[in-house]
């Protein structure tokens, strides 16, 4: 821990190996003796201790310490990195983790954004569920599903819990710092008071639990209830809060949207673009409306191509969707989506009965890297043929029982089975997420929590500031600057609390949460310091922020990042509490 430059000077060197009959040191200063008596050692040692070997020995310490076991999961990276590659094409291999981690980023997001959201839109609507309830559960959820199946598949391992705490407040410092301030910097605004004391006043409570519980170093049953029953209990404030407003304003305007809780009456709408995305399409379409075959209709809804938009998009945006093309076609092929703003809701017959196969074997297959799909009944039997045959006949019966033109009365349950389709996506790419980022940790020798404050974080919040900042340009900064704030308090308390309640038992109710190093407290304190100074300053600037805000709040999380790489490298030493 905290021994990033040796790692580092590890890896450039292609193999940091010791000659053969150099003594090697342990943790405590302890020497090993030379020769074969290290490996005799290496049971029960941490991972990390792989540099203080030589390069031809590093496989079997892998493959004989428990500690170098990775939990879930379709790859071995460790096993891949350091018994795979040869130790002269080690940079090799940190490059291609490299580029995977980006890929498993743009899964996450492609996931959510064009499939897990949608579908719990449709969900909540079937329940017919209000604007503000749905916008603070179903959307928030959808929003932060990478962060929080993050922080469950990290929280599932104690090794690298540390991974999940560092996200959480890393996120909310990049949020609250960077986003907000970008808000401020390309649209100033006055922002709403009520929704933004109420968010800040809530987030800072979270922040302050966890921030006990870490000193704890422990959370039980209820406190990880009361994580959720925090949760709750905000979600009611936001929709006692807007009926108030309302009331106040005489029901004046419609209920706001499910992103835009109380937004003030004087935002200052947009000018209607003259034309619109539509338009594109008139001429395209056929004067006589005709009836597609269903091999037609399979192609096309299986096409994640529009073609007229490639044409009109530059060089980059282009290149990026080259990278997006094989998610999104993976994607389309396992999980239905349904869409209630079209007239159809978005049935294509062909593929949603193709979905009631792939969707099932999707599920079986991912759950617990495929250890249930793979189970064979009676030792015979493997499950994953059961669910091919039951579901087949299913697609089937729905089939021949309906037709291209008209959805079946209960197409609302692709939603639900979309839902859990995507679900499962999310927690593979998750998956594989925490484990490589341990990888990449044991490989630079860097703590979990400083991976989760910068690549996790930033990896998980690169959408939202996107969307926040985009929000803002097109003439919403009060929307956007509200969303800063809500979705990160949906992240730590659902987070943390769910993904601790998960890993509880009726023999153990209680998770231990040991800080893997003083870093931990600098975040701590980081987050909890920047929430003051806007819950200060933005009142007493009357709740107008302009780019003096901005300008601030960006230089504040810059100087906390070159604090927490300098506390992480033990430039700089904090005593642990």
Same mark, same amino acid.
């Given at each position: ?439 990449? *940790? +044991? =490989? &630079?020798?860097?703590?979990?929590? @400083?991976?989760?404050?910068? $690549? /996790?974080?930033?990896?998980? %919040? ?24 809500? *979705? +990160? =308090? &949906?992240?730590?308390?659902?987070? @943390?609390?769910?993904?601790? $309640? /998960?890993?509880?038992?009726? %023999? ?70």
């Amino acid at each position: 821990m905290g021994q990033g430059a040796t790692g580092l000077a590890g890896v450039l060197s292609l193999a940091g190996a010791l000659p053969a009959g150099t003594p090697q040191l342990l943790d405590a200063g302890h020497t090993l003796p030379p020769g074969g008596d290290a490996l005799s050692h290496a049971r029960g040692l941490d991972c990390w201790e792989v540099w203080k070997h030589n390069s031809s020995e590093w496989c079997h310490f892998i493959r004989s310490n428990p500690d170098c076991r990775l939990d879930g999961g379709f790859l071995d990276y460790l096993d891949g990195v350091f018994c795979v590659f040869p130790p002269r094409v080690l940079p090799l291999a940190v490059t291609l983790y490299a580029l995977w981690l980006l890929y498993l980023f743009i899964i996450l997001g492609v996931t959510a954004e064009k499939f897990f959201c949608p579908n719990l839109s449709a969900i909540s609507t079937n329940l017919k569920l209000s604007h503000n309830v749905a916008g603070v559960t179903f959307l928030a959820f959808g929003n932060g599903a990478p962060d929080v199946f993050s922080a469950v598949v990290a929280f599932s391992d104690p090794r690298t819990a540390g991974l999940a705490i560092g996200a959480v407040f890393g996120a909310g410092v990049f949020v609250t710092t960077v986003v907000a301030g970008g808000i401020a910097l390309v649209k100033p605004f006055t922002a709403a008071s009520r929704p933004f004391l109420r968010d800040v006043i809530f987030y800072m409570v979270a922040v302050f639990l966890t921030f006990v519980i870490l000193y704890l170093g422990r959370i039980r049953l209820g406190e990880a209830l009361g994580y959720l029953g925090l949760y709750v209990f905000y979600v009611l404030a936001v929709v006692l809060c807007t009926w108030i407003h309302r009331r106040q304003r005489g029901d004046g305007l419609a209920p706001p949207g499910a992103w835009e809780p109380e937004m003030p009456t004087d935002v200052e709408e947009p000018e209607p673009s003259s034309t619109s995305s539509g338009d594109y399409g008139e001429e395209y379409r056929p004067l006589l409306p005709s009836r597609e075959t269903s091999l037609r209709i399979l192609a096309s809804a299986l096409n994640p191509l529009d073609c007229r938009r490639w044409r009109r998009k530059p060089w980059y945006w282009r290149l990026f969707k080259a990278f997006r093309v094989p998610v999104e076609l993976l994607l389309l092929l396992t999980v239905p989506v349904v869409d209630p703003d079209k007239d159809d809701l978005n049935w294509r017959r062909p593929l949603n009965c193709l979905h009631i196969l792939t969707s099932p074997l999707l599920c079986i297959l991912t759950l617990k890297s495929g250890a249930y799909g793979l189970y064979q009944i009676q030792g015979v039997f493997p499950v994953w043929a059961l669910v091919t045959l039951v579901a087949s006949a299913l697609a089937l019966i729905i089939f021949i029982t309906t037709s291209n033109e008209e959805p079946p009365k209960y197409h609302c349950v692709f939603a639900f089975l979309g839902f859990l389709a995507s679900t499962m996506w999310i927690n593979a790419a998750a998956t594989e997420l925490v484990n490589i980022l341990r990888t990449l *940790g +044991i =490989i &630079f020798q860097l703590s979990n929590t @400083v991976l989760g404050l910068t $690549l /996790l974080a930033w990896g998980n %919040s690169i959408g939202d500031t996107f969307s926040d900042l985009t929000m803002a340009r097109q003439g919403y900064p009060r929307m956007a600057f509200s969303a800063c704030f809500g *979705g +990160i =308090i &949906f992240n730590i308390l659902v987070g @943390v609390g769910l993904g601790c $309640l /998960l890993q509880m038992s009726s %023999s153990q109710p209680l998770v231990k949460l040991e800080p893997d190093s003083s870093l931990v407290w600098v975040l701590a304190g980081a987050l909890g310091l920047s929430l003051a100074f806007s819950l200060v300053t933005v009142p007493a600037q009357c709740f107008q922020l302009g780019k003096a805000y901005g300008l601030c709040l960006i230089a504040y999380y810059l100087l906390f990042l070159c604090l927490a790489l300098l506390t992480e490298f033990r430039v700089i030493h904090f005593p642990a509490p």
